[in-house]
């Protein structure tokens, strides 16, 4: 059991990582997504994604309380496998001005993805037990050095993603993108 806590926080971390380099520096830095007219849907699709994150780890990760928050927490899992596919869909049109999506951004996207979703699968597992040949939903995990690990990584992570998503909401904005432009310009790095 307890290497399921340990696997499903790796798998989080290491989607973080990789989300934050894909999300934000390439996608919002490198190469402004939201600033192409032909990447406009990618970004607004990125964007559903990124505020959808916060709220998948509080129901899945932190609020792990009761039945509501677990469902509630797996419809949105539902709404953003179907964000991702319509995303997938339309990422050929939208990387035209840079010549198509590069094979190494692919498989960023690839290994991303895989860990988002091996974590929620990790964190769906961890609340089901079959008991005398019937699947139970348990109300409550008991606690372990894993679950805590977890559950710290779970709640320290929020606050970025929510940022995260933000900025991905704000950039849909002329005001904030035209301070974006602004103070983007003024940074000679990456």
Aim: hydrophobic letters at 55%; charged letters at 15%.
């Amino acid at each position: 059991m307890e290497i399921l806590f340990y696997s499903a926080t790796f798998c989080l971390l290491a989607f973080m990582v990789l989300a934050t380099y894909d999300g934000f520096y390439l996608h919002l830095w490198k190469y402004e997504l939201f600033n192409k007219r032909e990447s406009l849907f990618e970004h607004k699709t990125h964007t559903v994604r990124a505020l959808l994150f916060p709220l998948i780890v509080w129901f899945l990760f932190v609020d792990t309380s009761g039945i509501f928050a677990f469902l509630l927490g797996m419809v949105l899992v539902v709404i953003d496998l179907v964000v991702l596919g319509i995303d997938a869909y339309s990422e050929k049109e939208s990387r035209t001005f840079m010549g198509g999506l590069p094979m190494w951004e692919y498989i960023i996207h690839l290994f991303s993805n895989g860990f988002h979703f091996s974590a929620i699968v990790l964190a769906v597992v961890l609340k089901f037990r079959i008991i005398d040949g019937q699947l139970v939903y348990l109300e409550h995990l008991a606690s372990s050095p894993g679950k805590e690990l977890l559950s710290l990584i779970s709640i320290n992570i929020l606050p970025g993603a929510i940022l995260l998503g933000l900025i991905h909401l704000l950039l849909l904005l002329p005001k904030p993108q035209f301070l974006w432009h602004t103070y983007r310009r003024k940074i000679n790095c990456c």
